[in-house]
């Protein structure tokens, strides 16, 4: 069933920009809606929590203190997923699956449709780039919050506007694991078979996001004061 689910579906709702048009579309919906400007997407990883594997060793044994294999995912503004990588060991750091990611490599390479840079209202040109946390090293195409030791108040700003954008793909996973419960739980499948349901939830909350937009009510956001909620 999710093998069958994964090939009607994957391609039409699970699809990462490639070109300009398509990337600045995603940067268009965080700014209108997180005020955060030239953003292609949110980066994070999710530990899946799952029964230690027949000799597996440490392999999928995570910082947390369980085994786990990981979801690695960007999320635009409104919790869809971009893109997903689903199969690295929860022993591994988030900044290091990232790194193994197919979608890395073409960014770094230059080879994924990004647009130059482009100014921010009323400023100079920035560059395009995903948001991630303290885990990711930090690049022109991937910014994160400043060091939380000593920050100034220029910088606690952009670091506050930055994890503002950052958090949706948090709040992504959150919806995912509320809507499918068995990520709520330990698994005990096989790896492979773990990696095959998680790609397929994500291909169906994608899908019901897309059809059923009013299917889950505002997990956050602000009102016209800009006061969160």
Not at 6 to 31: G, H, Q
Not at 158 to 185: D, K, P, Q, W
Request: glycine share 6%.
């Amino acid at each position: 069933m999710c093998k069958a689910i994964i090939a009607v579906y994957k391609d039409e709702v699970l699809r990462c920009p490639k070109t300009e048009e398509e990337w600045k579309e995603v940067a268009a919906r965080f700014s209108s809606r997180w005020n955060y400007h030239n953003c292609l997407g949110a980066v994070d990883g999710k530990h899946i929590a799952m029964k230690k594997p027949p000799n597996a060793g440490s392999y999928y044994y995570n910082y947390k203190g369980f085994h786990s294999t990981v979801l690695m995912a960007v999320a635009d503004a409104t919790y869809k997923f971009l893109y997903v990588d689903v199969g690295a060991e929860g022993g591994a750091s988030d900044g290091g699956t990232w790194s193994n990611c197919s979608l890395h490599d073409v960014v770094e390479e230059n080879r994924a449709g990004v647009p130059q840079p482009e100014p921010l209202p009323n400023d100079q040109p920035v560059p395009y780039h995903f948001v991630g946390d303290d885990a990711f090293a930090l690049r022109t195409w991937m910014m994160k919050p400043f060091s939380h030791r000593s920050q100034v108040l220029r910088e606690r700003i952009y670091s506050y506007r930055l994890s503002r954008a950052r958090r949706v793909v948090e709040n992504a996973f959150g919806i995912l694991c509320h809507r499918f419960r068995c990520f709520l739980t330990t698994m005990h499948q096989h790896p492979g078979t773990i990696n095959l349901i998680t790609t397929c939830a994500c291909v169906l909350h994608n899908l019901i996001l897309i059809r059923y937009p009013h299917a889950i009510s505002e997990v956050d956001g602000e009102d016209l004061d800009t006061h969160m909620i």
